[in-house]
């Protein structure tokens, strides 16, 4: 009965190769969200994503970019990886109110 | 944008001991959340709470929102409790319409 879940948990990558993160949530919400957490704790938004219009945070690199196959699912793909993009990134959606979070998927460029 | 402050930073508790976490924040908001991030880096839903108090076993919070603050309280603390705790705020129509969050208090508990 998992709401908001992320495949992989973990990602062990090189630099300049090309991956992805996949979310889905079966909580029916209109409004997904990616979130990077950094090595001191701190969460940032990334994008959000609601009946097709995506709102992208201005500090994202374009190597990052959201796909939407459906209402339920919103995959993250990254491009070019590099050192800096090592982070946990949570996946989260929403239906105008409480926001609920995906476990988390703990990327690493070596 | 909207600023989100958490104190303290860093809480060392006794188990059984009670604590308030603090979080204020610069602007009006439509929506605040808690979370406690457990040692295995999940993000557990504490409280949806834009204003008023709400009461959950032994965690309660209470969001003054014409001033700006929610407060978080953990009466009789045991070592599960130990993990970061984040304040998130949302203000509709702000950038990419998220949550902001502060940095966190990080609260061990010691048996």
């Known amino acids: 009965d998992t709401a908001v879940s992320q495949t992989p948990k973990y990602l062990v990558t090189q630099m300049g190769n090309d991956k992805s993160i996949k979310c889905e949530q079966n909580?029916?919400?209109?409004?997904m969200y990616w979130y990077k957490q950094d090595s001191k704790k701190f969460l940032k938004i990334m994008f959000s994503?609601?009946?097709?219009?995506?709102?992208i945070n201005e500090t994202v690199p374009n190597r990052f970019s959201p796909k939407s196959p459906d209402k339920a699912h919103l995959n993250l793909h990254i491009n070019s990886l590099e050192l800096g993009d090592s982070a946990v990134y949570f996946c989260?959606?929403?239906?105008?109110?409480?926001?609920?979070f995906g476990p988390g998927t703990r990327l690493t460029v070596t | 944008g909207i600023q989100v402050e958490q104190s303290p930073p860093d809480l060392i508790l006794q188990e059984g001991a009670n604590s308030t976490l603090r979080c204020n924040f610069s602007?009006?908001?439509?929506?605040l959340q808690w979370f406690h991030q457990n040692p295995w880096g999940q993000l557990i839903n504490l409280f949806y709470?834009?204003?008023g108090t709400k009461q959950n076993g032994r965690l309660s919070a209470t969001t003054v929102a014409t001033e700006r603050y929610s407060l978080l309280y953990i009466s009789s603390s045991q070592t599960t409790d130990s993990g970061v705790y984040f304040c998130a705020v949302w203000e509709s129509g702000g950038g990419a319409d998220g949550l902001t969050f502060g940095k966190g208090t990080h609260l061990i508990i010691q048996p």
């Open positions: 909580l029916g919400h209109d409004t």
């Open positions: 994503y609601n009946n097709k219009e995506l709102i």
């Open positions: 709470i834009p204003s």
């Open positions: 602007d009006s908001v439509n929506n």
């Open positions: 989260a959606s929403t239906q105008a109110g409480e926001k609920y």
